[in-house]
């Protein structure tokens, strides 16, 4: 499974961005059986729990995002998005999409977002 992610930049505080990912190359049936989800990493730190969407679209947010960030599954696309609105400085980091089933997990390359103050 390869996963191409787009839509990170730079933003000031207090706007929004869409990050998108998707997974052209992926027979559909495949691609409907994983979870999907968004993490984001901040050097020195650990890879941190964005959001996630089960194949049932049960979802997930990590507390620091909640109210704020949605996620979005459109599997006839093949494609996992996030909406991510009121951003903060310390939303600032690397945002990998994923693809995971049982103990595998497929990552995206990483999209920076900046958040100004």
């Known amino acids: 499974v390869q996963l191409q992610a787009s839509g990170g930049g730079l933003v000031q505080a207090g706007g929004s961005l869409r990050l998108s990912c998707a997974a052209p190359?992926?027979?559909?049936?495949?691609?409907?059986?994983?979870?999907l989800g968004w993490y984001r990493q901040t050097p020195g730190k650990q890879r941190e729990l964005v959001a996630t969407?089960?194949?049932?679209?049960?979802?997930i947010y990590g507390d620091a995002v909640k109210g704020r960030f949605t996620i979005f599954r459109d599997n006839s696309r093949k494609a996992v998005s996030l909406q991510m609105n009121s951003l903060m400085p310390n939303d600032t980091a690397v945002y990998y999409c994923?693809?995971?089933?049982?103990?595998?997990?497929?990552w995206g390359q990483g999209t920076l977002v900046t958040v100004s103050s």
């Open positions: 190359g992926t027979i559909t049936s495949v691609f409907n059986s994983f979870t």
């Open positions: 969407k089960t194949a049932s679209f049960s979802t």
């Open positions: 994923s693809a995971e089933r049982g103990a595998t997990a497929y």
